[in-house]
């Protein structure tokens, strides 16, 4: 396997060679390695920065870049699985080429996290990661970490992909990416309650191609009725971008208050926070401290994330204006116009022309019509 090294943080690492000509090079070569998901890696490394686990299983290594970075840059143990012994070999390989003492196994991660249990688990394969959700649930004691790059079945492109997935109905609305990060949350949610646990949003988002969660576990049937007490659905109008949320099962034919249209249901899914703000803010202050590639889009993502509203949706501002053939405003003077009426607003992680706010949608228009940006 020819392999070149690469740089990441303070991590030198051992790759293979891709074929730049493939339609996704990552896939070209016989170990997986994504370089895309560095922000992926380096959100996780800040994070456990603030966090420190007694011990981090990586259950799908690939390469190892994950579990050898955070054994290299934290000091943290480390435990690096990957079922290719040609991956647990280059894992071997990186290990000792940054000089970290970890453990490689070369096992199916669902065995792995059946029979053993850690403190930190962190599942990251390539497209779904319903299939290791339940072991990861049973296994992990007090952190569990998932990336899912299957966002076409989680935001609705793919329906019926989606409903055999995670078992939930993902629309293909305006706010997809949000929809997907919820829809995943849930899904998780569901599996570990069923262990009598519960879990907490600590740092979650949607970037790109992948949807990461970074989530707390904590025992106990209080706490697993805490976390069923997030799970509910969004009702969207068909016929308008009316939408609301609603906690617990799912009521029966609710009519949009705009147009009369019956709502259809989005979910069930998460629906509250899905980030803690000490949390980041406490990533905020050491990310200074590292050196990482994704360092700026990193920050701008932190910032943002801390500031949004914990609400289930946002409005894409753009495609109000368009509706209403209007010219959509700044959106920093459309958020002041609608805090100015009374409402909190904020920008959102999740798209650059989406607006969270809890103002009825007829303000929202209002505020869209007295904000016409003026002639040039």
Known sequence: MECERVQEGRTTL???????????????AHVF????????????ILFLACACPDVYLDAMGATGARGVRIGNEL????????????????IARNA?????????????????MSRRKFDAIDIDPFGTPAPFTDAACRSARSYLFVSATDTAPLCGAHLKAGIRRYGAVPRNTEYHGEVGLRILL???AREMVKYDRGIQPLFSFSYEHFIRLHLGVKDGVKAAEATIGHIG???????????????????WRETCPLCSETLAPVGPLWIGPVNEPDILDRMLQVLPEYTFGSAIHLQKLLLTCREELSIAGFYDYHALAKRLRLSPPKIGDLIQAIRTAGYPATRTHFSGTGIKTTAPLPLIDAALRENQPGPA
Do not use: K, W
């Open 33 to 44: 390695y994504n370089r895309r998901m560095e922000i992926n890696r380096d959100a996780t």
């Open 186 to 188: 849930g899904f998780v």
């Open 75 to 90: 000091g943290i143990p480390v435990v690096i699985n990957d079922r290719d012994p040609a991956a647990a070999a280059l």
């Open 14 to 28: 051992i790759v293979p060679v891709q074929d730049p000509n493939h339609p996704f090079p990552p896939a070209s």
């Open 233 to 251: 659905f969004i009702l969207q109008c068909p016929n308008c971008p009316f939408r609301s949320e609603v906690v617990g099962p799912l009521p």
């Open 96 to 112: 000792q080429e940054n000089g970290i003492n970890c453990e490689i196994l070369c096992e199916d991660a669902n065995t792995l």
